[in-house]
Each structure stands twice: as C-alpha cells, then as structure tokens.
C-alpha cells in the first residue's frame, strides 16, 4: 500500500523536480532570437514565397503577426527596393507573399519599433552575459545597485532569398544594426560577413549561428514544430567588424548578433538593444545559392 | 488498482504538462507584446463576436502553470466561463451609443496559432448605425495589440489594431441610416474642433477685424473654406502628409501676420484678406486633416465623415462670424472715433496670441 502510494505520488514530485530542473537547464528566457522566415530560400521567377517572422530560442519558435504599429520598414532588395509594408495585412502571419520577377535573388529586411520591457536585475546580467553585452554589464557592476534591467528593444531582421546577384546581398539596406554579408550567403563554405552600427563596423560583437536542416522539399521545417537546435558556431567580430561564419553543412542557417546602448530615452528604459539577425539556405547542391 | 493507476497516469501527464510548461515558459513576456484578435461579424439583428487570446495570455487570466493544457478542448470546455469572466471586463460593445451585452456561446481551440477562441453572441432589438468596439483585454501589459476586424455580412469592412493608448474602434453601417450617425459625428467634431481651437477663432477673427459689407466677408470666409477643404481633403486621403511639426508653427505664424496686415492696411482697400485667407487656408487644413486622423476615418464612409467634418468646421466658423460681425458694426457706427483704436488694440492681442503659440509649438516640437 504504501508502495502504490509512493508510485502515485512520485511523478507529481518528479514533475516539479523535472520543471525547475528545466527551467534551470534554460538558456535565459529573454535572448529571444527573431528571424525572418521564408517559406523557402530558393523561389524561382513566377514561384512564391511567402515571408513571415518568428521569435524564439534553438532556432525553433512562435510565428508572429504583422503588426503596423511595430514596423519601422519592411523592404527587399531586388533590381529595385521594395516597400513590403503596403502587401502585409494586420494580424497575418504570412507578412507577405514575394514572387521573384528575376534570377538575381532579394534581400528582405525588416526594423521594428522599440518594445519596453523589464527583467529583474539577475535575469537581465544573465542575459547580458549570454549575449556578450559586457559593456553594459560592466557599467551595470560599476553602478553597484542591483536595479532591475529596465530595456527597450528592437529587431533588425534580415533573409537572403538566393539569386545571382551579389550586390543585393553585399549592399546594406541601412538598418540600424546589420548583418551585411560579403558574398551572396549560402555560396561558400565561409560566410563572410560585416556587423553595422548606424552604418559603422562593430568591433568585438559576438555573433552566434545556428542551422536546421532542410527536407527533400526544398522548404524549410516548420519553425513552431522542428526540433530546436543549440548553437553551432559562435565568433567575435574583428576590428574591421568582420567575421567569418564556417558555413559547413547544407541547411538554413541563422546569423544573430546583439548591440546594446544606454538608452537615448532614460523616462522609458536605462538601455535600448537592437538585434539583428539574417536567415539563408546553403543548399546541398552549392551552384543553387547563386543561381 | 484502477483508481491509483488512474491516479499515476494524470500525475504523469502532469508532469508532461509541468515540463513543457517550463520549457515553453518566457518570464519576458511579463512585458513582452503579445497578440488577440477580436472578429466581429455585424448582421442586421446579431453580432457575433470572436476573441482569440494567446493560450499564455489565456493561463495568465486563469492562473493556471500549463498553457498548452488550454490545447485540450474538454480542459478549455471547463475553464471558458472563467476565461470569459477574465476577460469581459476589458471588452465593450457598444450600438449606437447604448453598451450591448455579450453572452457566451461557446469555446474552440486553434492548435495552428497556440491560441483559444471565445465566440460571443449578441441580439439586437433594432438594428444599429454605428458601433464602438473597446477591446483592453490585458491591462496589465501595455504592449498588447488587438487585431480587430469587421464584418458586415461576409464582406470585410474595417481592419484596425487597439493598444493600451487606442482601445476602440468604431464602424458605421451601410444605408441611410450610417450615413447620417457618420454625419452626427463628424459635424460634431468639425464644429467642437473649432470652437476648441482658439487659434483657428482668432485667425478668423483678425479677418474680421477690418470689416467690410456681408459681401467683401463672405468672399473672405469662402477663400478660407475652399483653401482648407482642399488640404483637408488631400491630407485626409493620404495623398500628402506634412508635419505637424511645420503646420502648427505656420498656423500661429499666420495669426501673426493677419495680426500684422491689419495694423499696415487699417486705411488700404481689404481686399488682400481674401488671398490670406486663400494662402493660410490652405495650411489651416492641414492643421484640421491631423485632428481628423486621430479619428481614424472610417474606410466605410470616408467621402461623408470628410464632407461632415467640413461642414462642422463651416458651421463653427459661420457662428464665429455671425457673432463677431454684429458687434464689429455696432462699435464703428455707435463709437466711430475708438473703433480704430479697438481694431488696433485687438490686433496686437492677436499677433502676441499668435507669437506666444509659435514659440510654444516650435519649441515644444523640437
């Protein structure tokens, strides 16, 4: 009898257990990655892609809506800049559909506005170190209180739709933080790539990598229902703001790196973050990131 | 034995639940900007109106730990009335000015977007012209947004997003009747515009001032009305936009300059107020097209509200000058020697009025 009790009562003790084991075990629940999520990476002229976003950890998450009121600009470089603001309907999750009128390949960009948010101070060191904002964490121990992180934050999110065209990737669109690769992504087994401030290199920003591979369709895995994935790679920027991310294996890759800033706006929040990030297939086959 | 192994297997599926919460949980979104939809399907004698919350919005109303127990329909079938309870508070509809009450019909569940619908169920004693929707269904975090959209039969009439500082919609129905309830409201906040703005009374006033016959006025007040009804028009549709940060200084500029042209020509023929009037007319609508924004006009009904909105706007300024004109007149015929000297005196107060709110404006907009 007390056998069968002990055996009712174990998983509720085992669930607790395994819960705050997990917790634990998480990476801090702030260093939300966002990414721009296309449907595919290699759309044809008169194929269509649809774009959407998505926030999450391991490069697997929760598709968001298109909200007007977060967008700052949601643009693709092809032969010209495109406004994608225009095709997007509030509350969607596909932001838009983009049908190629070229080989030359697009790059989507999107800027949102700034969100506020506030972590407690443990959460908010915590998530400073995982993103390598010592900066702010140094100025954060310098000020001694134990504050709660008040933030504002952003996302500059970038996806490289492939073409032929080098200078549709290699060229900034001008976000405020920017991942500006220096080759069409996906064509090597190197990507290098640049980190913009205002337009100005990044030196010494950690840039992080993850990948997921791509099934037989071509189409990546659904992000809300792949596993998700730690990081395969993680580099610092040189002084020139450059890096070299090892594009080793075939699949969808993200590229996400974090700038942080004591905030412009103090009423609102004592630092402002933006994160960037970029999203490219490397196809098995290498030709097809360049077609 | 099948009671305790009953026992065992909810307490594992508790702990599933206990783990996958954890793993799904985001302290961030404390504050984070979360999503709800709010579809409203407006038929003659019924609404129906469908609320769909994020399953951790919904776990926080409920204060349960596993949001994706909210993903089982006999487990949300058991919470709705709770749920419903939550969230009515933050939810109003309004017909026609008078609070419709929302019963609930029913609950769903939508795996493919984590959320739990709540579909609400209004009758409707006679049908309604305009309706107001309030949605602030998580007051406790300001950066939630509702995504409403409209319905009138099957045809989708307004798209719009509430947020903590803008929680309410407004939709017009079709006909006669939503005509006139747009023409209500816009007539309404045209003449409430003007005789809430100070600065557009006394630009029309410093017009005024020098006087004239019914004739020479009415020229002046119909340049003013075509100039702004023009702007108004082109900055309602979008066509153009300009700041508000260059439109109001240059709307108290104009009450400067009016202020001015009254003292230099007291003796000259009047006739240059029907080009003033043109020319500041002109950015005077651009001043009126960013108060009808906040608004947000009706997509339904947008050649009406602008047409209402103008009229109010004529309506107040023809008060102004049906009230202004008369005592103009009296003083020049009863007190012939001191009216230049009022006409002066009221266009010095008018150009420091006009002075004060340029520095304000360009100041306080910088």
Same mark, same amino acid.
Request: aromatic share 10%.
């Given at each position: 009898m007390a056998c069968m009790k002990a055996h009712a009562t174990c998983p509720w003790v085992l669930a607790i257990a395994a819960g705050l084991f997990v917790?634990?075990?998480?990476?801090?629940?702030?260093?939300?990655?966002?990414?721009?999520?296309?449907?595919?990476?290699?759309?044809?002229?008169?194929?269509v892609a649809e774009i959407g976003a998505v926030a999450g950890t391991g490069f697997r998450g929760e598709r968001k809506p298109w909200s007007p009121l977060l967008c700052v600009r949601f643009v693709a470089r092809t032969s010209r800049m495109l406004d994608l603001t225009r095709a997007a309907s509030p509350g969607d999750l596909a932001w838009a559909r983009f049908a190629p009128s070229d080989a030359g390949g697009a790059m989507l960009g999107y800027e949102s506005t700034f969100t506020p948010i506030e972590l407690s101070a443990a959460k908010f060191d915590a998530y400073l170190k995982e993103e390598g904002l010592l900066a702010a964490l140094a100025a954060r121990t310098r000020g001694g209180a134990s504050r709660p992180g008040r933030e504002r934050y952003r996302r500059c999110a970038k996806a490289w739709l492939a073409g032929n065209d080098p200078s549709r990737a290699t060229i900034p669109l001008g976000l405020p933080l920017e991942i500006v690769p220096e080759a069409v992504p996906g064509s090597g087994a190197d990507l290098r790539l640049k980190v913009l401030w205002m337009g100005k290199p990044v030196v010494r920003a950690l840039v992080k990598?993850?990948?997921?591979?791509?099934?037989?369709?071509?189409?990546?895995?659904?992000?809300?229902?792949?596993?998700?994935?730690?990081v395969v790679w993680t580099g610092?920027?040189?002084?020139?703001?450059?890096?070299?991310?090892?594009?080793?294996?075939?699949?969808?890759?993200?590229?996400?790196?974090?700038?942080?800033?004591?905030?412009?706006?103090?009423?609102?929040?004592?630092?402002?973050?933006?994160?960037?990030?970029i999203t490219f297939e490397r196809p098995a086959d290498r030709s097809a990131a360049s077609r | 034995m099948r009671p305790r192994t009953g026992l065992a297997v909810r307490a594992g599926a508790a702990a599933v639940m206990s783990i996958l919460s954890c793993l799904a949980s985001t302290p961030a979104r404390a504050h984070d900007v979360s999503f709800s939809y709010a579809d409203l399907h407006w038929k003659k004698s019924e609404i129906e109106l469908r609320v769909t919350v994020h399953r951790d919005d919904a776990a926080t109303v409920l204060g349960i730990a596993a949001p994706e127990s909210l993903m089982d329909?006999?487990?949300?079938?058991?919470?709705? $009335?709770?749920?419903?309870?939550?969230?009515?508070?933050?939810?109003?509809?309004?017909? $026609?000015?008078?609070?419709?009450?929302?019963?609930?019909?029913?609950? %769903?569940?939508?795996?493919?977007?984590?959320?739990?619908?709540?579909?609400? *169920?209004?009758?409707? *004693?006679?049908?309604?012209?305009?309706?107001?929707?309030?949605?602030r269904l998580f007051p406790a975090n300001p950066q939630h947004q509702t995504f409403v959209n409209v319905y009138a039969g099957e045809r989708l009439v307004r798209q719009d997003v509430l947020t903590a500082t803008r929680s309410a919609t407004e939709v017009y129905a079709g006909g006669a009747t939503g005509l006139l309830a747009v023409l209500r409201t816009f007539v309404g906040a045209g003449i409430h515009h003007i005789f809430t703005g100070p600065d557009h009374i006394l630009f029309i006033v410093g017009l005024l001032l020098l006087g004239g016959g019914l004739g020479r006025v009415l020229r002046v007040a119909t340049a003013f009305t075509v100039a702004h009804s023009i702007t108004l028009a082109i900055a309602a549709l979008g066509l153009v936009h300009v700041s508000g940060r260059i439109v109001e200084p240059l709307i108290a500029l104009s009450i400067v300059y009016v202020g001015f042209e009254n003292l230099r020509?007291?003796?000259?023929?009047? $006739?240059?107020?029907?080009?003033?009037?043109? %020319?500041?007319?002109?950015?005077?609508?651009?001043?009126?097209?960013?108060?009808?924004?906040?608004?947000?006009?009706?997509?339904?009904?947008?050649?009406?509200?602008?047409?209402?909105?103008?009229?109010?706007?004529?309506?107040?300024?023809? =008060?102004?000058?049906?009230?202004?004109?008369?005592?103009?007149?009296?003083?020049?015929?009863?007190?012939?020697?001191?009216?230049?000297?009022?006409?002066?005196?009221?266009?010095?107060?008018?150009?420091?009025?006009?002075?004060? =709110?340029?520095?304000q404006r360009v100041l306080t907009r910088a």
């Open positions: 917790q634990f075990l998480a990476p801090s629940a702030f260093a939300h990655q966002y990414w721009l999520a296309p449907s595919r990476y290699q759309v044809g002229v008169g194929q990598a993850w990948r997921s591979p791509i099934g037989a369709t071509n189409a990546p895995a659904d992000p809300e229902a792949r596993d998700s994935t730690a610092t920027t040189d002084a020139g703001g450059e890096v070299a991310v090892p594009v080793t294996r075939p699949g969808e890759w993200l590229v996400s790196v974090v700038h942080m800033e004591p905030c412009r706006d103090p009423a609102e929040a004592d630092w402002e973050s933006t994160w960037a990030s | 329909a006999a487990f949300l079938a058991g919470k709705c $009335d709770a749920l419903s309870h939550g969230l009515l508070p933050g939810l109003r509809l309004q017909g $026609d000015g008078a609070a419709i009450a929302l019963r609930l019909e029913r609950a %769903a569940v939508k795996p493919e977007r984590r959320s739990v619908s709540l579909v609400y *169920a209004a009758s409707l *004693a006679r049908p309604v012209a305009h309706l107001r929707l309030d949605a020509r007291r003796g000259a023929e009047a $006739d240059w107020r029907m080009r003033v009037a043109f %020319a500041f007319g002109l950015v005077h609508g651009f001043g009126f097209a960013s108060v009808l924004q906040e608004f947000r006009l009706p997509r339904e009904a947008l050649a009406a509200s602008l047409l209402g909105f103008n009229l109010g706007v004529e309506v107040g300024q023809a =008060w102004i000058v049906l009230s202004v004109m008369p005592v103009l007149g009296a003083l020049r015929r009863w007190a012939p020697r001191l009216a230049p000297a009022a006409v002066a005196a009221c266009s010095w107060g008018i150009i420091l009025a006009g002075g004060w =709110w340029f520095f």
